[in-house]
């Protein structure tokens, strides 16, 4: 006789069976088809998304709308070791005019994306401007997460083709430039659409102040954990462990310290994941850090694309048919011809110009931005932005996953 109790199928452990297949399936079944990965994440979004509808015991995932602050830590902390990661694949930062492409894409393509999408969601979709704002932050950014597959190989590796140079050091450093216009969201949502009240401490802190420190921090932070690292003790390095623990810490360290005195963290953990890479250059703790930092992004990125795909049938209840236009616009049209343009005057072939204007997958930083100002302000257009951004994810990364390689390998034959 089954003692009472047995096979209850606690809804926690149903979680943890089901979030365990989905990952497994979503990084199996690209293998049938081709050897390349990045197919995974839409995966598991869509079957995140079937599994909160067939399986009735499954407990239901904290709604983003409602409950922002968990998504909020886990994305952060995700984007952080994504960001160090970036900054660590560099192998060479020489000769400077590599990074030309990458100049025009953060300084001309990211603010022509938000101007287009906020003036696009204020006219097509009728959000407040504040909103509209906050949306073209949110879904400007290259994500350093999602964006592996584009980006030169690991330390020591090489792969450093310019349109893998340029779209990794554009995901390295425009979540943190980005981060003024979410503040400008902010701003306008507090104090309305004034800019001679608020532009000038607009520009002064939040974007000079807080980019240059984040800069100065990183850098610092960089150059102090490579003494830790490589030289002191001088006969017995931390390096030699080979645990990247100490490193992870000074990371933590770097991003938290920098947020405390009001810069930009995600620019400083991208310059601290520079700075270390040039000393020791050819140690293969690099490699190492690298590979480990890597590993914990992916563990965190699987669970929150699983949330996310959870989320999305009740998100998606919002959902109008402008909204899904708008997505694609973004998608299709405004990403891609801004890049373009930003790219007019190099010497790039057309067909890398067009990759790099193409594939800026959009992922785990845009639910993080978006998690942020909500936790910090009220906005009219909540709802709408979430359906917004969920679907823009979802169809980037299914654009994204389904062609890169094919891409790839035409741009690198």
Not at 185 to 207: H, K, M, R, T
Not at 313 to 327: E, H, M, R, T
Request: one cysteine or more; hydrophobic letters at 55%.
């Amino acid at each position: 006789m089954i003692p009472d109790g047995f096979f209850g199928f606690n809804p926690y452990h149903v979680a943890l069976a089901a979030v365990g297949v989905i990952v497994i399936l979503a990084r199996f079944l690209p293998r049938l088809i081709t050897r390349q990965e990045p197919a995974s994440a839409p995966l598991m979004i869509v079957f995140g998304a079937v599994a909160t509808l067939l399986i009735p015991a499954i407990p239901a995932v904290p709604d983003p709308r409602e409950t922002p602050l968990p998504w909020e830590i886990i994305s952060e902390l995700a984007v952080i070791f994504a960001l160090f990661g970036t900054g660590m694949r560099i192998d060479s930062v020489r000769p400077w005019r590599k990074w030309g492409p990458t100049a025009r894409m953060l300084g001309i393509a990211m603010p022509l994306t938000i101007l287009a999408v906020a003036l696009l969601g204020v006219g097509f979709v009728g959000l407040t401007v504040a909103g509209a704002i906050l949306l073209g932050a949110v879904v400007a950014p290259t994500d350093p997460v999602l964006a592996a597959d584009v980006q030169v190989g690991p330390p020591q590796e090489g792969r450093e083709h310019p349109v893998r140079f340029t779209l990794t050091t554009e995901a390295g450093l425009n979540d943190g430039l980005a981060f003024p216009f979410v503040y400008l969201g902010l701003i306008v949502a507090a104090e309305g659409l004034n800019p001679g009240a608020w532009f000038v401490d607009w520009l002064v802190w939040d974007v000079v102040y807080r980019i240059a420190l984040g800069v100065l921090a990183g850098w610092a932070g960089g150059r102090i954990l490579a003494f830790v690292l490589f030289t002191i003790p001088r006969d017995a390095p931390l390096a030699d462990t080979g645990s990247g623990v100490v490193a992870l810490a000074g990371v933590l360290l770097c991003y938290g310290s920098t947020e405390l005195i009001e810069g930009y963290g995600f620019i400083a953990v991208a310059v601290m994941g520079l700075t270390v890479r040039r000393v020791e250059e050819d140690n293969r703790f690099h490699r190492q850090l690298h590979d480990f930092t890597e590993s914990i992004e992916h563990a965190l990125t699987a669970v929150l694309l699983v949330m996310l795909g959870a989320v999305l049938p009740v998100v998606f209840a919002d959902l109008s048919w402008s909204q899904v236009w708008l997505a694609l616009v973004v998608i299709v049209i405004v990403r891609p011809l801004a890049g373009w343009v930003s790219l007019i005057g190099t010497d790039m072939p057309r067909k890398d110009r067009a990759a790099i204007a193409v594939y800026g997958v959009r992922g785990i930083g845009s639910v993080y931005y978006l998690c942020y100002a909500i936790n910090h302000m009220e906005f009219t257009n909540e709802a709408q932005l979430w359906s917004l951004v969920g679907l823009v994810i979802l169809m980037s990364t299914i654009l994204h996953g389904f062609s890169v390689s094919w891409a790839m390998r035409r741009i690198e034959n």
